[in-house]
């Protein structure tokens, strides 16, 4: 996994995939991502040229909205995020139901924040 930090036009482009782009050719941060997003094994193409997301490209996008998420109730207890992100938190003991509604964020979920964070820092 060693240089797969992915930049901001990289995420645009799987997330235009994902809702739909039929071609590297449609969307100009699809074709100029698509090259390394193949390398890295997140898009595959078909043989008519279509292309779409592999297992991979549907995980990272879904660790980011995860990351996203628990950074929006580490700010916001009260934030609204995706039921499939905030069940799968939960599952990870990373966030709590509150009892007045929205979520609060565990010890674990704050240490994953942190060391997050640190990572970031490091690349």
Do not use: W
């Not at 207890?77 to 939960?90: E, K, M, N, R, Y």
């Amino acid at each position: 996994m060693k240089n797969e930090k992915l930049t901001t036009d990289e995420y645009d482009a799987l997330d235009h995939i994902k809702r739909g782009a039929t071609h590297d050719r449609v969307n100009a941060c699809v074709g100029r991502n698509a090259k390394r997003l193949s390398g890295l094994k997140m898009i595959q193409y078909a043989k008519d040229g279509r292309v779409a997301l592999t297992d991979k490209g549907h995980q990272v996008l879904f660790v980011r909205r995860c990351i996203s998420g628990l950074r929006a109730l580490a700010a916001d207890p009260a934030a609204a995020i995706d039921i499939d992100v905030s069940t799968f938190l939960g599952k990870k003991s990373h966030i709590a139901p509150r009892a007045e509604g929205g979520f609060d964020v565990t010890d674990k979920g704050r240490e994953s924040l942190a060391d997050i964070d640190a990572q970031d820092k490091l690349k």
